[in-house]
């Protein structure tokens, strides 16, 4: 069965480091996978998208990769501050023009000032 | 500022009663999902939408789950009756598709279910 992995535990890191959070995937082919940002009693925000033809999308401090290869998306936050302390999910999304996702149960990222 | 609604943002009701949450999708988005979170499942789809008709709601339990779209302004999702074990946050996300560009998400602030 289809299944996505993201660390359970929080990810603890001082204020100005690179947090790199990680999605693994298995029984997947998916076309697309997309990155959301959820803080506590809040909806999840999208961040960003990923085709399965990319390698590496970037967004301000933001940048996402994709192996397709490794069946693995790398998600880094560089210059991280206090108020990107959340939860990160990722969301892998099947080729066919489906546009049903399935998330990842996310990470929590805890930025120490 | 568009933004997706959901009402209400908290719902506390005992065992067996009716329990009707409700979206507003940001006008012009072509796709709606509900989804549930929980701490052991995470983010679960319950039903997507798509130009107001369902399209999959294989992860909704049908003998007490239903959801609609009666109008592109308005989806529902009922749960009758209503079990403990339904106590969750309840999500309403919508989206515009566009070929196979990739259909990012606006979810709502979500309905925080209590079946006691």
């Known amino acids: 069965s289809q299944k996505i992995e993201q660390n359970s535990e929080a990810l603890n890191i001082q204020e100005g480091k690179t947090a790199t959070l990680t999605c693994n995937y298995t029984?997947?082919?998916?076309?697309?996978l997309q990155w959301y940002r959820q803080d506590p009693g809040r909806g999840p925000v999208f961040l960003l998208l990923i085709r399965e033809n990319e390698k590496e999308k970037r967004k301000e401090r933001l940048k996402v990769t994709f192996d397709t290869t490794l069946k693995q998306s790398l998600f880094h936050i560089t210059a991280s501050q206090p108020a990107d302390s959340a939860t990160y999910l990722c969301a892998l999304t099947g080729p066919g023009g489906s546009y049903i996702p399935t998330f990842g149960r996310g990470t929590s990222l805890i930025v120490h000032p | 500022d568009a933004r997706v609604t959901q009402t209400p943002r908290d719902k506390v009701t005992e065992m067996g009663q009716e329990v009707t949450m409700r979206c507003q999708p940001i006008?012009?988005?072509?796709?709606v999902f509900w989804y549930r979170q929980t701490m052991m499942q995470g983010l679960e789809l319950l039903a997507y939408?798509?130009?107001?008709?369902?399209?999959?709601d294989s992860g909704m339990p049908k003998d007490r789950f239903s959801a609609e779209m009666p109008d592109a302004t308005l989806a529902t999702l009922k749960i009758q009756p209503s079990e403990p074990r339904d106590s969750a946050v309840y999500f309403c996300?919508?989206?515009?598709?566009?070929?196979?560009?990739?259909?990012?998400?606006?979810f709502g602030p979500g309905t925080r279910l209590t079946v006691l």
């Open positions: 996300a919508s989206g515009q598709a566009r070929g196979l560009a990739g259909n990012e998400q606006f």
């Open positions: 006008l012009g988005h072509n796709t």
């Open positions: 939408f798509r130009n107001r008709a369902p399209l999959d």
């Open positions: 029984n997947y082919s998916p076309a697309y």
